[in-house]
């Protein structure tokens, strides 16, 4: 455990982690910050991810096991004041730990035989980029892609949101959504449009092939381009009186689908 | 229209409607309030719902055929600032069109032969009881249970997520959720609790029968008394890494599970 407290919001560690609180400065050094314990254990669990680890006072105690893990694997501890936890949390309710981690750079040509892949098309919140992440890392997908239209992976919410998925399976950044259909489409996927105005509904969906889903904007769904590129555009029925579904409704719905299919259900 | 515009703050209507947004005048009332156009149009449609409609001068003619449509229905309309119109709403983008509603009150023992119902168990965050309303809803649920240790069904942010379905279906509040239970298993559903610890898996759950699914907290599920009540505790299988799913999530996997199995897919 390094010694002193970091107090001050202006010294330089916390200033060099505040600063990737934004996108600019997350991109300019490839670092971003996982808050939580749950977060933290799992970025941990990586090996090479954590560059540092801030904690405070009350959960150097609590999270006693973290910090084992953090010097058994030779990364840099520093304590840190309630107040300078809050400035780099972002959290109302700060959990006390915070990791620094460096980017988690998967290719998708690079991921093995995939058969389940989320691509987050001009998904722009990012609560609901995180908990699509999160699903898809439930119904056991292989990768997901956040193309260069959509909310930033790193950004702190969509982190939150992930409940730690974002470290769990091959997280794929800053391609175009026609470039991640190529290559899924060389992959041997089967690429299908989440859309609401799809033709095709998810009853009838054949899904026991490997297939990519693309999931489009909160509010306007999938563009034109976008939807002629996929093999087929399914809508996820709507039985009731409901317009719509929410977004990351949606992805469960269609991502848990294709896992059971892939299960012969 | 009515003609002056509605600028004070300390109007007594604008105060009568403002006090809408605690849950304990809501109650005294028996009102609750629904912004944007989407919600406010579904209000009208019921007929007997709303009991006054604020509006801006920029809505007044961006949603023209509301107004018609509140005052074919002999619902007063006032004209309201923006500066009223942003107390009134609590978003940080008011649409411009506000409703005053009553109470939906449905009875649970008079929802005819239901074969879908939800019930909302200790959800505390209203953005999720709002989701899982619009996904019951989609869904095709003939009832939604908002049970009395759950969040109020007409907070200003579960009316605002529910995406208009609060006046699709009937919702039915203030009874516990052994009440409620004991009410769906004589109407002959088949009870269960949906839980991350339960023994059966979603994927070989019996959802052919007609079926009442009780959805908990989101961070600590259900209670062990609740759980005891179910005919069965139901888990979504989780096929990755990911230790838990987001419980609207979780809600949308089940309640669609269900509808599929209804329709015989």
Same mark, same amino acid.
């Given at each position: 455990m390094a010694g002193s407290e970091l107090t001050n919001l202006r010294s330089p560690r916390v200033k060099a982690a505040r600063r990737l609180t934004k996108r600019a400065f997350r991109e300019r050094d490839r670092l971003f910050l996982a808050e939580g314990p749950q977060a933290v254990r799992e970025a941990l669990a990586r090996g090479d991810v954590v560059t540092e680890l801030f904690v405070t006072g009350d959960a150097e105690v609590r999270h006693a096991e973290l910090l084992d893990a953090a010097r058994d694997s030779g990364v840099p501890v520093l304590r840190a004041s309630g107040e300078v936890m809050s400035e780099l949390a972002q959290t109302v309710t700060p959990q006390g730990v915070l990791a620094v981690c460096r980017f988690l750079t998967s290719r998708l040509d690079e991921v093995r035989d995939p058969r389940l892949v989320a691509v987050l098309a001009h998904v722009r919140d990012p609560g609901n980029a995180g908990t699509v992440l999160r699903t898809a890392d439930a119904a056991g997908a292989d990768a997901v892609v956040f193309t !260069? %239209?959509?909310? !930033? %992976?790193?950004n702190g919410k969509c982190v939150r949101a992930s409940a730690g998925s974002l470290f769990h399976l091959p997280v794929v950044t800053g391609l175009s959504a026609a470039d991640a259909v190529r290559t899924l489409k060389d992959a041997g996927l089967r690429i299908l449009a989440a859309d609401g105005t799809g033709k095709t509904s998810l009853d009838e969906a054949p899904l026991a092939e490997p297939t990519a889903w693309i999931f489009g904007n909160e %509010?306007?769904?999938?563009?034109e381009d976008l939807l002629r590129l996929a093999d087929d555009v399914v809508r996820v029925p709507i039985y009731g009186q409901a317009e719509s579904l929410n977004l990351a409704t949606a992805a469960a719905v269609c991502l848990y689908a294709s896992a059971r299919s892939h299960r012969g259900l």
């Amino acid at each position: 455990m390094a010694g002193s407290e970091l107090t001050n919001l202006r010294s330089p560690r916390v200033k060099a982690a505040r600063r990737l609180t934004k996108r600019a400065f997350r991109e300019r050094d490839r670092l971003f910050l996982a808050e939580g314990p749950q977060a933290v254990r799992e970025a941990l669990a990586r090996g090479d991810v954590v560059t540092e680890l801030f904690v405070t006072g009350d959960a150097e105690v609590r999270h006693a096991e973290l910090l084992d893990a953090a010097r058994d694997s030779g990364v840099p501890v520093l304590r840190a004041s309630g107040e300078v936890m809050s400035e780099l949390a972002q959290t109302v309710t700060p959990q006390g730990v915070l990791a620094v981690c460096r980017f988690l750079t998967s290719r998708l040509d690079e991921v093995r035989d995939p058969r389940l892949v989320a691509v987050l098309a001009h998904v722009r919140d990012p609560g609901n980029a995180g908990t699509v992440l999160r699903t898809a890392d439930a119904a056991g997908a292989d990768a997901v892609v956040f193309t !260069d %239209a959509s909310v !930033d %992976a790193y950004n702190g919410k969509c982190v939150r949101a992930s409940a730690g998925s974002l470290f769990h399976l091959p997280v794929v950044t800053g391609l175009s959504a026609a470039d991640a259909v190529r290559t899924l489409k060389d992959a041997g996927l089967r690429i299908l449009a989440a859309d609401g105005t799809g033709k095709t509904s998810l009853d009838e969906a054949p899904l026991a092939e490997p297939t990519a889903w693309i999931f489009g904007n909160e %509010a306007w769904g999938l563009p034109e381009d976008l939807l002629r590129l996929a093999d087929d555009v399914v809508r996820v029925p709507i039985y009731g009186q409901a317009e719509s579904l929410n977004l990351a409704t949606a992805a469960a719905v269609c991502l848990y689908a294709s896992a059971r299919s892939h299960r012969g259900l």
